[in-house]
C-alpha cells in the first residue's frame, strides 16, 4: 500500500500500489501539460474527499513496491482526469478495471 500525500494534510492517503504508480504516471503528465484536475479519493470507512490537483499545490506520491504501468489503466485515468467530474478513485468500475489488470499481469 503507498501513500499520497496532499498540501498540508496531516495523514496520507493510503492507495494500492497499482494505482497508485498509474495515478502518479498520469498526474506528472496532466500537471507538465498545465491540466489541473479534480481527484476523489477514499479517505475513511464512510468519507470521500475530492482535492484539486494542481502544480501550486504540493503532492508527494510513496509506492511501496516496483509496479509495470499498463497503458489501458494510464489511458482510462487520463481519460477520467480531463472529464467534468474528474478522477474518481471511489469509481466501482475504475477500481475493477485496476484490480483485473493486477490479476492479469500476475498470471502472465
Known amino acids: 500500500m503507498g501513500t499520497l500525500t ?3 494534510l496531516a495523514e496520507p492517503i493510503e492507495i ?3 494505482l ?3 495515478l502518479r504516471a498520469a498526474t506528472v503528465t496532466k500537471l507538465r501539460r498545465n491540466e489541473p484536475f479534480a481527484l476523489t ?3 475513511g470507512a464512510d468519507r470521500t474527499e475530492t482535492l484539486w490537483i494542481h502544480a501550486s499545490i504540493p503532492i508527494r506520491f510513496v509506492v511501496e513496491t516496483s509496479v509495470t504501468l499498463q497503458r489501458p489503466l494510464l ?3 487520463m481519460q477520467a482526469a480531463g472529464s467534468t ?4 478513485l471511489t469509481d466501482p468500475e475504475l477500481a475493477l478495471d485496476a484490480v483485473s489488470r493486477e490479476l492479469h499481469a500476475m498470471s502472465a
Open 85 to 88: 467530474g474528474g478522477l474518481d
Open 41 to 43: 479519493v477514499q479517505t
Open 16 to 18: 494500492d500500489d497499482e
Open 6 to 8: 496532499y498540501a498540508n
Open 20 to 22: 497508485l504508480a498509474h
Open 75 to 77: 489511458a482510462r485515468l
